[in-house]
């Protein structure tokens, strides 16, 4: 049985007393180490979890608890050591003159000590491949780039639940996949959560798990296979499945045998590789 990191009991919110409830009555879970994906469309919701996941919002019903802390006032300063957050604008996250005292800020913040500091500033700018750029002013950097120092400085404060809302979006195809190959590859060694709220279906295949938004609530959670075998169902609520998935569909429509499983091109070539050999 996989610890529970991040659970959600019956969790509902609105902006305000006169604006319409923005999730209703939401519980679902997030384990220790586990990778999560949020879909849905645009307003669904998926950003306002996020801020409630790390006390940026308390929400007027029920309660939200980060490895078993609930989250309230006076625990979020303890929460937001566990729950980092990297959001879609890089530039809206630089506070330093260069990349090593941007790391070195959210450190500073939580009295981390110097010596401490230092070691963590190294070990986080090499994981995300930016050793090289500590002297340089963020400003200078590509978006890409400024997306892996942000990554860098969240994870120097060690968090156990690493949340990536749109943070790629700005990038171009290859530096998503780049970043997300970093990120995955330090979740599984440094038994980090990972949830990550996107429109980039291929990305969205790589989780573990994947959580549906639709108008502020849980429409289905089960695996990225499960999720995208039902074509018509995401169509219906806004929601389009990756390429592969429409591809293998068309050709099963044409008559040809597709397993329906493949969701990504090397899966859709073993698809077609295995009918080609039994013909
Ligand atoms: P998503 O991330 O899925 O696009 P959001 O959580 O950002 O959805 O938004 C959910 C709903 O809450 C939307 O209808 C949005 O207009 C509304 N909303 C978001 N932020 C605010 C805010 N600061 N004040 C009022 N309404 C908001």
């Given at each position: 049985m996989r610890d529970k990191l991040v659970e959600f009991r019956d969790v509902s919110f609105r902006y305000g007393e006169d604006e319409p409830w923005v999730l209703k009555n939401c519980s679902f879970h997030i384990f220790i180490n586990e990778w999560v994906a949020i879909i849905g469309h645009n307003g669904s919701g998926k950003s306002t979890i996020a801020k409630l996941m790390n006390g940026l919002l308390f929400p007027q019903e029920g309660e939200i608890l980060i490895n078993g802390l609930r989250v309230t006032e006076e625990s979020i300063w303890d929460i937001r050591k566990d729950v980092g957050m990297v959001f879609q604008n890089p530039d809206n996250q630089f506070v330093g003159t260069t990349v090593q005292d941007d790391v070195a800020f959210g450190m500073e913040n939580r009295g981390i000590p110097r010596t401490e500091m230092i070691k963590r500033i190294d070990a986080n700018l090499n994981?995300?491949?930016?050793?090289?750029?500590?002297?340089?002013?963020?400003?200078?950097?590509s978006g890409g780039q400024k997306q892996r120092v942000a990554i860098a400085s969240v994870l120097a404060i060690s968090p156990q639940v690493l949340i990536l809302d749109e943070a790629t979006a700005m990038l171009d195809p290859k530096g998503r996949k780049e970043i997300m190959h970093t990120v995955s590859n330090l979740q599984k060694k440094d038994h980090l959560s990972l949830i990550t709220i996107t429109h980039d279906l291929q990305e969205v295949t790589l989780a573990e798990r994947v959580i549906v938004m639709n108008n502020g609530e849980i429409w289905d959670e089960a695996t990225p296979r499960e999720i995208f075998s039902k074509k018509a169902e995401l169509r219906k609520i806004g929601l389009d499945v990756p390429f592969v998935a429409i591809l293998s569909d068309e050709l099963k429509q044409?008559?040809?045998?597709?397993?329906?499983?493949?969701?990504?091109?090397?899966?859709?070539?073993?698809d077609l590789w295995t009918l080609h050999s039994r013909t």
């Open positions: 994981a995300v491949g930016m050793q090289d750029y500590r002297m340089t002013e963020p400003h200078r950097l044409l008559g040809i045998p597709m397993t329906d499983e493949a969701l990504n091109q090397e899966e859709l070539l073993e």
